[in-house]
């Protein structure tokens, strides 16, 4: 849930999302940003970026940010901590 970069030299342009990973595990973490967008722990997020990127490009931008950071935190909840070597 990353978008695409093109970089040559000095010049940085970035593409639409990477089609990468699984299309399902793509579709339900964007069906639960829709629903976690109404939530009050993630809408104040959701509406300063919907309203940043403004109105054409706005809500569906915003949900994939959602979603990618629903993605980190179920990460997060499955990985064990690195292990502390003393």
């Known amino acids: 849930m990353c ?9 940085d342009h970035r593409g639409p999302l990477a089609r990468n990973g699984p299309k399902y595990l793509r579709w339900a973490l ?6 976690a967008c ?4 993630y809408a ?7 309203t940043r990127l403004g109105r054409q490009r706005g809500p569906k ?6 979603a990618r ?9 499955c990985c064990p ?3 502390m070597t003393t």
């Open 3 to 11: 978008p695409r970069v093109y970089q040559s030299g000095g010049k």
């Open 30 to 35: 964007i069906e639960a940003a829709v629903h």
């Open 38 to 41: 109404r939530h009050p722990a």
């Open 44 to 50: 104040e997020r959701y509406r300063r970026t919907k």
């Open 61 to 66: 931008v915003a949900q994939v940010d959602l």
């Open 69 to 77: 950071r629903l993605a980190e935190a179920i990460w997060h909840m």
């Open 81 to 83: 901590p690195p292990k």
